[in-house]
């Protein structure tokens, strides 16, 4: 069983705040992502990392900011949300393993973020 | 441009049956091709991962094929259980890049009826 947590599990709150998805994982884990899935839709990268200090943008454009201070800490930050942002946010993480890497990825359960 | 198309959209089994599930891709250069479960208000969690020069994978009931030539790979599951609802996802990844990108299918919806 994969060691990857995220909190909240869900999120309702109103339009212009700030909110912080948080993920951690007790692997080891070098490399970390976010993801943004709506219903029926495939899983869009976000954010990556290949490890402290490491952020990338991901394919789908967003608003958000992530951070890695620590190994196993990943927070993903909307300075001021919007209906928009309304979706399911995915935190995932895999060991490194170099090019082309056989490892599977280890995904939280998600935080499901409502913005009204 | 690197597409993954899963087939049927939804599928409605009878518990005890079993069934398939489609996956065409065009990702190249190819790396692996991996098949998720994903259950409702979870994560996807990893069932098999196949490499070029493998064809076949099994995870208990869970059999991945996977034809490298004509992209196509299949998931089938044996002697289904109501256990076995969930959105099933098919992720290519190629390997033109460090990070080994995925491409991700939208799944399969499988419903097991009692």
């Known amino acids: 069983e994969a060691d990857i947590y995220q909190t909240p599990r869900y999120l309702v709150i109103g339009t212009g705040k700030k909110i912080t998805l948080e993920c951690s994982q007790t692997m080891g884990h070098d490399k970390m992502y976010w993801y943004q899935q709506d219903p029926g839709m495939e899983l869009h990268l976000i954010h990556y990392s290949y490890g402290v200090n490491s952020t990338e943008k991901g394919d789908l454009s967003s608003e958000s900011t992530v951070s890695r201070i620590r190994t196993e800490h990943f927070p993903l930050t909307l300075e001021s949300a919007r209906p928009s942002h309304t979706s399911q946010y995915l935190c995932?993480?895999?060991?490194?393993?170099?090019?082309?890497?056989?490892?599977?990825?280890?995904f939280g359960d998600g935080t499901r973020l409502s913005i009204l | 441009k690197n597409q993954v198309e899963q087939s049927p959209q939804s599928l409605i089994i009878l518990e005890g049956k079993n069934c398939t599930l489609q996956?065409?891709?065009?990702?190249?250069?190819?790396?692996?091709l991996r098949w998720y479960k994903q259950d409702t208000g979870r994560g996807p969690v990893s069932l098999t991962i196949?490499?070029?020069?493998?064809n076949t994978k099994s995870n208990g009931r869970y059999t991945a094929t996977l034809d490298a030539d004509t992209k196509q790979s299949s998931l089938h599951i044996t002697a289904s259980q109501l256990s076995d609802s969930a959105s099933y996802i098919c992720v290519v990844s190629d390997r033109g890049s460090t990070l080994g990108r995925l491409y991700f299918g939208r799944g399969t919806q499988l419903t097991v009826w009692p």
């Open positions: 995932a993480s895999s060991p490194d393993r170099g090019l082309g890497s056989n490892q599977p990825q280890h």
């Open positions: 196949m490499t070029f020069s493998e």
């Open positions: 996956c065409n891709y065009t990702v190249s250069p190819f790396s692996n």
